[in-house]
């Protein structure tokens, strides 16, 4: 310790813009992997945390998948001896119309008699929450809000706050004040109570339910429960624990998650680099200090010991400063996510405050630390081995040695060994994909000094070419230190690789999508009850299907109904619609069977037709039997064909119409599919539709262009946060090059000043430097683009077999490879900008000073 | 017996009865008409005594646990229409629907439902059907004054102890006019209902209370039910009490 | 050739350090000076300045009638690199650079063609006797030779005024002996302003005059 504050201390205190950039290498990563990883546990908890609070006293849910079932299944349950009490519930999600007020989440539960009040927990003593009881359910308007909301918006009991509803914006009337706490807290206040029979009216329900929260006799066991009410109800429906409701969610949160785990390993590991470079060269530049040192009898291990203490006390400092800016991050994050997932799965969800794992943390801080001691392990070996009286000597320089390369390149031919032995053979897919990925990331890392000899010599020319001087100092410099221009080289590259790996993946998801789009979204006009295509608190009645038949400018109308069943633990997505009509109109790029066959047996109701990505997920093939659970029991029905569809991440799986309504019980309808007649523009058929039917209902009417624009701006979100990985990965490149270029450059004052006594001009130096970080980037973006188009081969195989099943076509994304290459170059000018100029602003006396 | 207060008719009459059974019997008996209607003013006053009143109709056919008995909600404004039909059984718990005209359709009042509030009254759900005396235990406890009267008190235990909320409840027996004046249902050891009937007035021989008191001791008010144009045995149609009549009559 | 007229130099820090005060030396064309004295007297702080690796805190400076005290960063390289030559103690060639190329790189600078350097360059290390290391790197050569790279550098452009700091203080004395041998004979033949700091008697001795500074100020100036 003593050996720390005296030698350690001054040195971090003279290298402060190096140190503090170390520290960021480590942070950097550390950043991606908390506030991912938390913006996903919080954004999970907070769907758990609601379905809590909204459960009431619920010991077990019947749930249908996500679309709701028939009213008939709660007598049947509430028949079932074990239970207790069994009532129903709608969740719907109602726009207020109100700026910055959001919506508000409808809980729809059975106002008869006080049972609601009681289990929910929203009475409060003496005072009565409900002004009238029967009033509240004789007049369907009336509705119960938080305290918190009408404080929020000044409004008292009697008072009117209009909602978006099914029959358009409609008036409701406050009957009643929850007290807080409880239910009340969930959604952050914005929650209201309505009557279950009002709600199916105003939300377009049919006569059905969302789901039935059960509570069991006094000594029946959970599990017994269970088993009773599964016996009496069939198997199509999902008889779960409240807790185990939330579950459903972390498939779709997973998707995030992997990527972002994948991403932020990515991030560390170009931290190491950087931390690896800064040690190295701390190494380097204190040889004198540690010959002196083991000249006055410091013992090899206390050397060695020292830079290890260092790199464990940068570790800390960057895993701390990352993990509170990646808890700061995550909550924006989580927000975004949570936007994304209610956006996308019509949940109402509001993630009100991030939970911080401590398993995440600890993860997190430990990677840190580990990445900044593996970082520091060669080049403290290297400090132990320093050699009294030769340190002592002035001028040492870096070399590789040719057996370090040679075990370098054995060790690089290893790694790709394993990674083809895995491409080819493998086992499961996920191990056989990592273990791939990283063997081709170690591989690529441990070839990078040879492949920056070999480019730097080849580029020696060509930049004497443009500055002959300049060029020269330049190209020599980078071949003077190849461990600090590879790690630099590796750090950078391996960014540069990532963002041809996810721009690819994104630029492959657009095409296929597109492509997707063409062949299945060619309806005129679409017509929802809501400007999202996801909502699923509307819905509409199936006679409005006929109304807009019988126009006189209308073709043809599809009913579609979409709703999520449970499928192997995911939710996956149950398109039903007319299949006679979609084949006629719709043409799908089909992966297995026979087109028109397909459509005949499903459009028979004795088939199903799957997307690709839902047969890639539960490994599903022509002809195999799916099981899909229903209110009216499981449907075992052949795969009659299977095609490329990209209705849901998760997978969507085709029926028609009729075998839905036959087995859920449902009419109501979730789209419409319009085919105008020949000759009548979108915008009149749009025009046409609301003037006849836009005061009845809540309608709207969206052309192809606009459904499509919709679709786009969906995955621009999914995006969204890859976008931002790709900047981080790209700003832990653009430290990784301030940091090897101010640290080259410190190692070098000496060079530069004799430079300039020689009579080198101050541009003349500066050019110098911006040519060496300009070699840099060259250097990187070749290798780089070179590594991203491996790397970019792994994701989209991870996308087939792990995320979304979906079958990207590899193509390189060239125009996001020229657009790094200017990009790159920018930036790596743009960090070299800085330390040039502190190069030439040097004193040139001290820089000629022996010490 | 009758023990619903709706319903409630007992007619006065002497004699001696040696066993609960039979004094609840008796007090059934005198009680029986064929069908009834009346209109009622309800009062229910909350903890600071805050009333809201509303007014219904009410008609029955059939007695002894065997009836039907449709309530329909006149006044205020925002409840009128709002119904009631309560099918009862001799042998097992009533069948329960209510209407809401606004939403033009019946729910069910499921079993597990009876034990809550009707409408924020002190009444529960359970409070209005009638059950025959034959599902209960009687016990006769006591003999003691009650308001001047002579009165017995029996205690009651449903014979199915699973359709009711109530464990048992005392009753007061008015030895005069076999009529009940009092009855306090508990919940094992807790007092849970009370109810008591006063301003008997006889209508066509039939002994009835025009004021009916209800206090839920789980809450701080209670609930008044006053009768007006009260009238038994008129010829009132089975097709009325159906949820087909209610819907069309709504 | 060079003039100090009443140079102070101090540098700021904890305590105000005077290197120089109100020194004023006048060198003519073609004289080998040394410079001796203790350490911390002044003397690479005296050479600093008159090499324009340095400004003076006040007094002025003139380098073959250019004030450097009053010209730009870049004028002031200019000046380095056409009319002075450097000669260090640890020779500060650049270790990536072979002989002929570290002795080029001046005339690179002043953006001379790759074959005219490489002429020149020759020539040089003709005159220091090197023509046969050409090639090498400087760590493949002695201290001796690695100071006659350092010295053909500086000659690069036959600057007339070149300064030595110290030039045998890193060298055994036999190689100190043959090294200002070699100044000597660049001085009688190229009649260049030599200016040496050093604390080697024998090259004072071998100097037409000898300074000899303390505390910052000129103690003592003989021209033998």
Not at chain 1, 208 to 222: A, E, H, Q
Not at chain 1, 392 to 398: A, D, M, T, V, Y
Not at chain 3, 29 to 55: A, R
Not at chain 3, 182 to 207: K, P, Q, W, Y
């Amino acid at each position: 310790m003593m050996l720390f504050r005296l030698l350690t201390l001054p040195y971090v205190r003279k290298h402060k813009l190096r140190t503090a950039l170390t520290v960021a290498g480590v942070a950097l990563g550390v950043i991606i992997f908390v506030a991912m990883r938390t913006a996903n546990d919080s954004v999970l908890y907070g769907f758990q945390k609601t379905v809590d609070r909204i459960t009431g006293k619920a010991q077990l849910q019947i749930t249908s998948g996500d679309g709701g079932f028939p009213e008939e299944i709660l007598e049947r349950a509430q028949a079932v001896p074990e239970v207790e009490v069994a009532v129903p519930v709608i969740e719907a999600n109602a726009g207020t119309g109100k700026q910055g007020q959001g919506n508000l989440f409808i809980l729809a539960v059975d106002m008869t008699g006080d049972r609601s009040l009681r289990d929910y927990d929203l009475e409060s003593g003496e005072e009565a929450v409900i002004d009238d009881p029967l009033v509240f359910l004789a007049q369907p308007d009336s509705i119960m809000i938080t305290r918190e909301y009408a404080a929020q918006n000044g409004i008292t009991s009697g008072s009117k706050i209009a909602l978006e509803t099914m029959q358009g914006r409609k008036q409701f009337t406050v009957r009643g004040i929850m007290k807080p706490g409880g239910l009340a807290g969930a959604f952050g206040g914005n929650l209201a109570i309505m009557d279950i029979y009002a709600a199916q009216n105003v939300f377009g329900r049919g006569r059905t339910f969302d789901r039935i929260d059960l509570s069991l006799k006094p000594g029946v066991s959970i599990d017994q429960g269970r088993a009773a009410v599964e016996r009496a109800l069939g198997n199509g429906l999902d008889v779960e624990t409240p807790a185990s409701r939330g579950k459903q969610f972390e498939s779709i949160t997973k998707i995030f998650s992997i990527g972002a785990t994948l991403n932020s390993l990515f991030a560390l590991l170009i931290g190491l680099f950087i931390i690896y470079n800064t040690f190295a060269v701390a190494v380097a530049q204190r040889r004198p200090e540690i010959g002196v040192l083991r000249s006055l009898g410091a013992t090899r291990r206390q050397v060695r010991g020292l830079l290890l203490i260092e790199s464990v006390v940068l570790g800390i400092a960057g895993s701390a400063i990352g993990i509170v800016l990646g808890l700061a991050m995550a909550r924006g994050m989580a927000r975004y996510i949570g936007t994304y997932i209610s956006d996308l799965y019509g949940l109402a969800q509001h993630t009100e405050e991030i939970t911080a794992d401590p398993f995440t943390l600890s993860m997190a801080f430990a990677a840190g630390l580990v990445t900044s001691v593996i970082a520091a392990c060669i080049p403290a070996q290297k400090a132990a081995q320093v050699d009294p009286v030769s340190a002592l000597r002035k001028g040492s320089h870096e070399s590789f040695q040719e057996s370090e390369s040679r075990k370098r390149i054995l060790g690089a031919f290893t790694f790709a060994s394993i990674a083809l032995i895995f491409w080819f053979w493998g086992g499961k897919s996920g191990f056989r994909l990592l273990t791939g990925y990283l063997s081709v990331v170690a591989a690529a890392v441990l070839l990078t000094p040879a492949f920056v000899r070999l480019l730097v010599r080849w580029m020696r020319p060509v930049l004497r070419l443009i500055l002959p001087v300049e060029g020269a100092l330049a190209a020599d410099s980078l071949m003077q230190a190849p461990k600090r221009t590879s790690a630099t080289v590796a750090a950078l590259m391996l960014s540069i690789s990532l963002v041809i790996g996810l721009g690819g993946v994104a630029n492959a998801s657009y095409a296929s999508i597109t492509d997707w789009m063409n062949a299945a979204i060619n309806p005129d006009l679409f017509v929802g009850p809501s400007e999202q295509i996801s909502e699923r608190s509307f819905r509409f009645s199936a006679s409005l299907g006929d109304e807009m038949r019988a126009m006189d400018f209308v073709e043809e109308v599809q009913s579609v109904r979409t709703t999520r069943v449970r499928f192997d633990s995911t939710l996956v997505m149950v398109v039903a619609t007319d299949m006679e009509s979609l084949s006629r109109r719709a043409h799908p790029k089909v992966i297995a069977g026979d087109a028109r066959a397909m459509f005949r047996d499903a459009a028979a109701g004795k088939a199903v037709i799957l997307a690709d990505n839902l047969a890639m997920m539960h490994n599903l093939k022509l002809g195999d039997t799916v099981e899909i659970p229903s209110p009216a029991g499981i449907l075992k029905l052949p795969v009659a064909g299977i095609i490329l569809d990209y209705s849901d991440q998760q997978g969507a799986l085709l029926m028609d119409r009729t075998l839905y309504i036959r087995n859920w019980g449902d009419d109501t309808v979730n789209v419409f599919r319009v085919y105008l007649k020949h000759g009548v523009a979108p915008e009149a058929g749009k025009r046409g539709i609301l003037e006849k039917l836009g005061d009845r209902s809540r309608l709207f009417v969206m052309t192809n262009a606009q459904v499509r624009a919709y679709i786009t701006k969906v995955i621009d979100q999914w995006f969204g946060l890859t976008y931002m990985q790709i900047f981080v990965a790209v700003l832990v490149a653009v430290l990784g090059i301030v940091n090897s270029l101010t640290v080259s450059i410190t190692d070098r004052r000496r060079e530069l000043g004799v430079l300039q006594a020689v009579g080198g001009l101050r541009r003349q130096v500066r050019q110098a430097i911006w040519m060496e970080a300009a070699g840099i980037g060259a250097v990187s973006i070749l290798l780089g683009l070179a590594l991203g188009a491996i790397i970019l081969a792994y994701y989209l195989g991870v996308i087939r077999d792990e995320v979304a099943g979906i079958r990207l076509e590899y193509t390189y994304p060239f125009g996001i490879a020229a657009l790094m290459i200017p990009f790159m170059m920018a930036v790596a000018w743009a960090s070299a900008l800085g330390p040039g100029e502190s190069a030439v602003r040097a004193s040139l006396v001290e820089a000629l000073e022996y010490e | 017996m009758s023990r619903a207060w709706l319903g409630l008719i007992l007619s006065a009459a002497t004699g001696f009865a040696q066993d609960a059974r039979q004094i609840m019997q008796q007090a059934q008996d005198r009680a029986k008409s064929a069908s009834q209607r009346y209109e009622g003013t309800l009062q229910v006053l909350d903890g600071k005594s805050k009333i809201t009143e509303k007014r219904w109709t009410y008609q029955r056919t059939g007695a002894a646990g065997d009836s039907k008995a449709v309530l329909r909600f006149t006044a205020p404004a925002e409840v009128k229409g709002v119904a009631l039909l309560v099918v009862n059984h001799p042998d097992r718990a009533s069948d329960q629907w209510m209407w809401t005209p606004s939403l033009q359709r019946e729910r069910r009042i499921a079993f597990q439902d009876r034990s809550t509030r009707f409408f924020g009254t002190d009444f529960s759900f359970e409070d209005l059907e009638e059950r025959d005396v034959s599902q209960f235990d009687y016990q006769l406890a006591d003999e003691e004054q009650l308001g001047g009267a002579a009165v017995w008190k029996v205690i009651s235990r449903p014979k199915k102890t699973k359709s009711s909320q109530y464990s048992h409840a005392h009753l007061w027996v008015d030895k005069q006019r076999f009529v009940i004046v009092k009855i306090e249902s508990f919940k094992d050891a807790r007092l849970i209902r009370r109810i008591v009937y006063r301003d008997f007035r006889q209508v066509q021989g039939i002994w009835t209370p025009f004021v009916v008191e209800v206090e839920d001791t789980n809450r701080k008010g209670r609930t008044m039910l006053k009768t007006d144009k009260l009238e038994y045995n008129l010829p009132l149609k089975e097709e009325n009490f159906t949820l087909q009549a209610l819907r069309r009559e709504s | 050739m060079i003039h100090l007229n009443e140079v102070s130099k101090q540098f700021a820090g904890k305590k105000q350090v005077t290197a120089l005060d109100n020194l004023s030396l006048h060198v003519p064309k073609g004289e080998m000076t040394s410079i001796v004295g203790p350490s911390g007297s002044g003397k690479s702080t005296l050479l600093n300045l008159i090499g324009g690796l340095d400004k003076p805190t006040s007094g002025t400076i003139t380098l073959d009638g250019t004030r450097l005290d009053q010209v730009s960063d870049d004028d002031l390289t200019r000046v380095r690199r056409d009319k002075i030559g450097f000669i260090f103690q640890f020779f500060h060639l650049l270790p990536t650079l072979t002989c002929l190329q570290n002795v080029a790189l001046p005339l690179h600078l002043r953006g001379w063609s790759q074959a005219k350097c490489d002429e020149r360059a020759r020539e040089l290390l003709d005159l220091v006797r090197l023509e046969k290391r050409l090639t090498h790197l400087p760590d493949e050569l002695s201290g001796g030779e690695r100071q006659r790279v350092a010295i053909a550098r500086a000659l690069s452009v036959y600057p007339p005024v070149l300064l030595a700091d110290e030039p045998t203080g890193n060298l055994d004395s036999a190689t100190g002996a043959e090294i200002l041998r070699l100044i000597c004979d660049l001085h009688a033949r190229l009649n260049a302003t030599i200016l040496v700091v050093t604390h080697d008697a024998a090259v004072a001795r071998s100097c037409q005059r000898g300074i000899r500074l303390c505390d910052g100020r000129i103690v003592e100036d003989i021209r033998q």
